[in-house]
């Protein structure tokens, strides 16, 4: 595809489900992260993969939080036991890989989730 | 926590006009990037400038670094009622992962 797209742009659950977010990088692609962002706030690193495997995970706020990416592409944000506290928007960035000094990331639109 | 923190919080500017953002950071970085966002969505990536380098062009924006001073700014030139966004500068140091500020929001008035 063109860009990095997520699904879906919304999400209401109630507290205490579980919940899933899926994002779809560019092509080719091989740097994947997740960020979550609060109203009036930047976005806050969550998890970084590089491939399959997730190189840095010191963003996630607790065990409720987990991430995979099976084939190295698409990547899956999973929430347990959502709490209210969880609301926010999930973005998820893409980089042609992971160089000293950095890539430019390519956002999508993100994931509005909301926790009743 | 957020390393860079970016100055003003809300900027209010009629089209035409410049507009100014700063961004102040704490420890040493590789790079600084600016991003802008529209309507809390997906970051839009507008401008790399590295430790190495003191001014960098794009179009209608110019970004300014003083490491020395660690503080970075952002000019919009001739401003549009399409500049209304909110504009993040995120920084690096030898890794892979930004870390934003909070932003300025930008509202530019037609």
């Known amino acids: 595809g063109a860009g990095v797209s997520q699904t879906p742009s919304n999400k209401v659950t109630e507290k205490g489900k579980y919940v899933e977010l899926r994002c779809d990088p560019i092509s080719g692609h091989t740097a994947l992260y997740w960020y979550r962002q609060s109203l009036g706030q930047g976005p806050e690193f969550l998890i970084y993969f590089q491939g399959t495997g997730a190189a840095d995970d010191s963003g996630l706020p607790n065990d409720r939080f987990f991430a995979v990416r099976p084939e190295g592409s698409v990547s899956t944000l999973k929430i347990q036991r959502t709490e209210r506290g969880d609301s926010a928007v999930y973005l998820c960035?893409?980089?042609?890989?992971?160089?000293?000094?950095?890539?430019?990331?390519?956002f999508g639109p993100g994931t509005r989730l909301l926790v009743l | 926590s957020q390393q860079g923190e970016e100055d003003p919080q809300a900027l209010s500017i009629q089209e035409g006009e410049n507009a100014t953002m700063n961004c102040s950071y704490k420890t040493s970085i590789n790079n600084l990037q600016w991003y802008r966002q529209n309507s809390g969505r997906g970051l839009v990536h507008l401008i790399l400038i590295r430790s190495n380098e003191r001014e960098k062009h794009s179009g209608r924006l110019r970004v300014t670094l003083d490491t020395s001073k660690k503080s970075s700014s952002l000019l919009i030139t001739a401003s549009r009622a399409a500049d209304t966004a909110s504009y993040f500068c995120a920084t690096a140091l030898g890794s892979y992962i930004p870390t934003f500020g909070r932003g300025t929001s930008l509202i530019v008035h037609p």
């Open positions: 960035a893409s980089s042609l890989d992971r160089t000293s000094g950095g890539r430019t990331q390519y």
